[in-house]
T-cell receptor, first 113, second 108 residues
Framework: DGGITQSPKYLFRKEGQNVTLSCEQN?????MYWYRQDPGQGLRLIYY???????QKGDIAEGYSVSREKKESFPLTVTSAQKNPTAFYLC????????????FGEGSRLTVL | EDKVVQSPLSLVVHEGDTVTLNCSYE??????LLWYKQEKKAPTFLFML????IEKKSGRLSSILDKKELFSILNITATQTGDSAVYLC????????FGPGTSLSVIP
């Protein structure tokens, strides 16, 4: 089945540790996105990539890094520089630029202890 | 700065009521406006709107866009408990940005 797979679903880390969240899609989509969602809030854009080997910062990129070496993969690293990393992280992708519709993964919930 | 605003932020209604959710935006390079429903984890797609004045319908849900006044509404008629969710409005620029969402609770 085509879709987006995020892993892990739940992750705990200690303060000061980097952690990488995986996002893989087999939809052959060009564009991929990472969002952060805090309780009771909407989705805030961290990074996005419209094509392989290229990505742009979103509204809250500080303390995060990404790579887009393959079309199907867009991993997000939450670094120790991110001051408040506990959140729900959603990865999404979209196909042709005409549609705008995003397809989402099931999310990764990160808790910093 | 590009911005998407939604109102109300939360809403409690009884089954059978009709609700109207609002979304306004201030953005450059507008391409389309999107509505999503989020119940637990991943948002699910409801509508994409690109042209003013053309209503999109899906069952009891409908939505319309006004590009002159820069807003959209999402209507839900004859609400059911299964409509309880967060409704997210988003705008597609050269990226997709979201509003804060409206949390809808439908009580029996």
């Amino acid at each position: 089945d085509g879709g987006i797979t995020q892993s892990p679903k739940y992750l705990f880390r200690k303060e000061g540790q980097n952690v990488t969240l995986s996002c893989e899609q087999n939809l052959n989509h060009d564009a991929m996105y990472w969002y952060r969602q805090d309780p009771g809030q909407g989705l805030r854009l961290i990074y996005y990539s419209q094509i392989v080997n290229d990505f742009q910062k979103g509204d809250i990129a500080e303390g995060y890094s990404v790579s887009r070496e393959k079309k199907e993969s867009f991993p997000l690293t939450v670094t120790s520089a991110q001051k408040n990393p506990t959140a729900f992280y959603l990865c999404a992708s979209s196909g042709t630029r005409n549609t705008g519709e995003l397809f989402f993964g099931e999310g990764s919930r990160l808790t910093v202890l | 700065e590009d911005k998407v605003v939604q109102s109300p932020l939360s809403l409690v209604v009884h089954e059978g009521d009709t609700v109207t959710l609002n979304c306004s935006y201030e953005v450059t390079n507008f391409r389309s406006l999107l509505w999503y429903k989020q119940e637990k984890k991943a948002p699910t797609f409801l509508f994409m709107l690109t042209s003013s004045g053309i209503e999109k319908k899906s069952g009891r849900l409908s939505s319309i866009l006004d590009k002159k006044e820069l807003f959209s509404i999402l209507n839900i008629t004859a609400t059911q408990t299964g409509d309880s969710a967060v409704y997210l409005c988003a705008v597609d620029l050269d990226k997709v940005i979201f509003g804060p969402g409206t949390s809808l609770s439908v009580i029996p």
